[in-house]
T-cell receptor, first 112, second 114 residues
Framework: GNSVTQMEGPVTLSEEAFLTINCTYTATGYPSLFWYVQYPGEGLQLLLKATKADDKGSNKGFEATYRKETTSFHLEKGSVQVSDSAVYFCALKTDSNYQLIWGAGTKLIIKP | DTGVSQDPRHKITKRGQNVTFRCDPISEHNRLYWYRQTLGQGPEFLTYFQNEAQLEKSRLLSDRFSAERPKGSFSTLEIQRTEQGDSAMYLC????????????FGSGTRLTVV
């Protein structure tokens, strides 16, 4: 079946450090891939998405590239800020399934 | 477009009471989803509507939970005879029908059963 695996957290970094949060997936067909962010006490916000192989999604300095050969969609940011502290969820969706399939989430803590 | 709205933001109720939450999706979105999220966990699917039709309900959902979406617009989620284990954040999301379209979530309703 379809599934998403994320690196376990928490991930703790200093401000201005480089960020990578790994996400790999298993899916039949050609899924669309998403990163959502959840700030403390809030709902989930779509951060970025990619709908086909080699697409790069980007938003707010975050990027992720849809790699079909490695079935990955790793989230990166060149220089993190304290305000990036949140939980990040990787997810996928296929044409045959209305549901988003979620990773377990990765908590990111940025220290000043 | 004001996004997905949920009401109330917070609800504290005594065990055994009934509660009802409301979700107003983005107007042109035909799909509406309810999720539940407990602390430190990812979203757990509860139920899904396409227009006014409830197409799936999670097997994890007890008979105390019911959802409606009259006229395919706003939706309500009711929990009867609440239990302490129902304490969670209840999230509503809406989307278009296409696979490459992600969900837009509301801010959620945090339920505390005391």
């Amino acid at each position: 079946g379809n599934s998403v695996t994320q690196m376990e957290g928490p991930v703790t970094l200093s401000e201005e450090a480089f960020l990578t949060i790994n996400c790999t997936y298993t899916a039949t067909g050609y899924p669309s891939l998403f990163w959502y962010v959840q700030y403390p006490g809030e709902g989930l916000q779509l951060l970025l998405k990619a709908t086909k192989a080699d697409d790069k999604g980007s938003n707010k300095g975050f990027e992720a590239t849809y790699r079909k050969e490695t079935t990955s969609f790793h989230l990166e940011k060149g220089s993190v800020q304290v305000s990036d502290s949140a939980v990040y969820f990787c997810a996928l969706k296929t044409d045959s399934n209305y549901q988003l399939i979620w990773g377990a989430g990765t908590k990111l803590i940025i220290k000043p | 477009d004001t996004g997905v709205s949920q009401d109330p933001r917070h609800k504290i109720t005594k065990r055994g009471q009934n509660v009802t939450f409301r979700c107003d999706p983005i107007s042109e979105h035909n799909r509406l989803y309810w999720y539940r999220q407990t602390l430190g966990q990812g979203p757990e699917f509860l139920t899904y509507f396409q227009n006014e039709a409830q197409l799936e309900k999670s097997r994890l959902l007890s008979d105390r939970f019911s959802a409606e979406r009259p006229k395919g617009s706003f939706s309500t989620l009711e929990i009867q005879r609440t239990e302490q284990g129902d304490s969670a954040m209840y999230l509503c999301a809406s989307s278009l029908s296409t696979a490459n379209y992600g969900y837009t979530f509301g801010s959620g309703t945090r339920l505390t059963v005391v």
